[in-house]
């Protein structure tokens, strides 16, 4: 299955997002295979850096070395998705200031709807940033009421096992981008988050 022939925008009423182009997925995957699924903040605003990109995109090789801190040797996309992982981003534009508006959040959640239900076998999400989370949760609010990540500082939740219809759900930072390598902290908390996911894997 092609995924981006599943999902997509047409209206772009969104106003913080570079809206000459969207990514999503063109990846053709077995959407049986997919058991976790890494959604990071927002797309790059070079195409090039996608996750699933020719060459070396930047998404794939900080996201990689995540999955290397976490003791998986792997050397690419390929192979983490070989395993059962698919990644996406919570917003499918890429960002023109700092921040994603609270509206342009919920405006892609419903994109990220439609892609987490491609997938029956899933049994984890890692929201990979507050982005990520925000819009999980506006997923969580349409389908069962309410949040499924409660508010506060992930460093102070992320170790509280978090279930949304039997799916283990991981609130943790974002590993997509130059970020990555800035703050080792976030980078250690990145591994042990991917460590614990892969536990329930296996």
Known sequence: MKICEKIGCTDF???DIEKKEYLVPEIDIDPLNVKAVMV??????EASDYY???GEPLFEKTTVQAFRDAGLEVEGIGQLVDLGFYFTTAVKCGKTGYGVETGTVK???????????LFPN???VMLMGDVAIKAFNEVAKRKTGKRVIPAGSTYKIRKT?????GIRVFPSY????????????KRAMIAEDIAEALKILK
């Open 13 to 15: 009423p969104c106003q």
């Open 40 to 45: 990071s903040e927002a797309a790059p605003k």
């Open 52 to 54: 699933y990109s020719e």
């Open 107 to 117: 405006q892609c959640s419903f994109i990220l709807e439609r892609e987490l239900d």
């Open 122 to 124: 899933l049994r984890v």
């Open 161 to 165: 096992p978090y279930l949304f219809k």
């Open 174 to 185: 974002l590993q997509a981008g130059p970020s990555f390598f800035i703050e080792k902290s």
